[in-house]
């Protein structure tokens, strides 16, 4: 979980720009930029997944999967329905608080699979 943690800091903080950040929330023009975000997670998940239990390498592919589909959603929410800090939206942080929260659950469902197995 810890490691899951680790890579969640790193890819969707000190790595995401503000071209991702902003971009995949657009209505229009987000599939690039959460694309690239979504890759960073992989790429992240898999280097430290590898050093730390390489045999399920894997389990980064499908932190991927379930990261676009997040993350698109939260895009969504944001784009079609104005819930943005600049629309000062009283959802704005619910949204994110959500999305975070759906983040940090992948990454404990994602753990107990690799602890169980």
């Known amino acids: 979980m810890l490691l899951l943690t680790a890579k ?10 503000a071209w991702m950040a902003i971009g995949k929330d657009q209505k229009t023009g987000w599939a690039m930029p959460l694309l690239a975000h979504c890759l960073v997670h992989l790429a992240v998940a898999l280097v430290l997944i590898s050093v730390v239990a390489p045999r399920f390498w894997y389990v980064a592919f499908v932190d991927f999967v379930i990261h676009i589909i997040v993350d698109r959603a939260k895009g969504y929410c944001a784009s079609h329905f104005g819930v943005t800090l600049e629309s000062g939206h009283p959802w704005f942080w619910t949204l994110i608080g959500v999305d975070q929260a759906l983040h940090h659950l992948t990454g404990f469902a994602l753990s107990i699979y690799m602890a169980a197995n």
């Open 8 to 17: 969640h800091v790193i890819a969707d903080f000190m790595l995401q720009n």
